[in-house]
């Protein structure tokens, strides 16, 4: 699904309901294919629609929460079997080396902490429990970092949405600007670390 169909996600969540929230999550937290998927603006899209009774709010941060921590899980389940051959993999429409070597890097720089800190940055999510596993860190520990980052990024962005939907009025009204804000937020880390390095 591309970004603009997600800009329009109070028609696309009420569609596919709860389980292709799930799924969306599940697939952009650890299959490399699911990189492309805005997370963000969809749980907060979700979390909005859940404050005018479209979707249960309980259900959708626990569901969301599994599927981040599923879906960072079998991304490192990959890394962890796939190792070294990941970086060798030609580019293709679903993988770009690119991404996977980004991740790299920003784990390199942040080390364990990279699985909180990446839920918020696009692209870097998607990869980072999959280099996690293809650096042998251990699982034990990795999931210790894979809960907590997954349960701060669901409950934060669905709770946002939820709690102004219940207190601004007709902010439905303003939800196309509110998540082009959310991307353009999500993509500013990456931006600046790219102006950094280029600087330097």
């Known amino acids: 699904m591309s970004l603009l169909l997600f800009l329009k996600a109070t028609e696309i969540i009420p569609a596919f309901g709860l389980f292709g ?9 650890g299959l490399f ?8 603006s969809l749980l907060f899209t979700a979390g909005l629609l859940a404050s005018e009774g479209q979707l249960n709010i309980v259900v959708l941060i626990i569901g969301t929460f599994l599927a981040a921590v599923l879906g ?13 051959r990941l970086f060798k993999r030609p580019d293709s429409f679903f993988f770009k080396k690119e991404y996977a070597e980004r991740a790299e890097k920003f784990y390199e720089r942040h080390g364990k902490s990279t699985i909180i800190l990446a839920r918020f ?3 870097i999510r998607t990869f980072a429990p999959i ?17 907590v980052g997954g349960l701060i990024w669901t409950v934060l962005l669905c709770s946002l949405g939820y709690f102004l939907g219940k207190t601004a009025p007709n902010i439905d009204k303003y939800l196309l600007p509110i998540i082009l804000g959310i991307i353009i937020l999500s993509f500013l880390p990456p931006i600046f670390q790219y102006w950094r390095n280029k600087k330097n």
């Open 121 to 123: 940055i696009p692209i």
């Open 72 to 84: 960072d899980s079998v991304g490192y389940a990959f890394g962890k079997r796939v190792g070294p």
């Open 21 to 29: 929230i799930f799924l969306a999550i599940f697939a952009e937290s």
């Open 131 to 147: 280099i996690a596993g293809v650096g042998q860190m251990k699982y034990r520990i990795f999931l210790g970092y894979n809960v």
């Open 33 to 40: 294919f699911g990189f492309f998927l805005p997370g963000d």
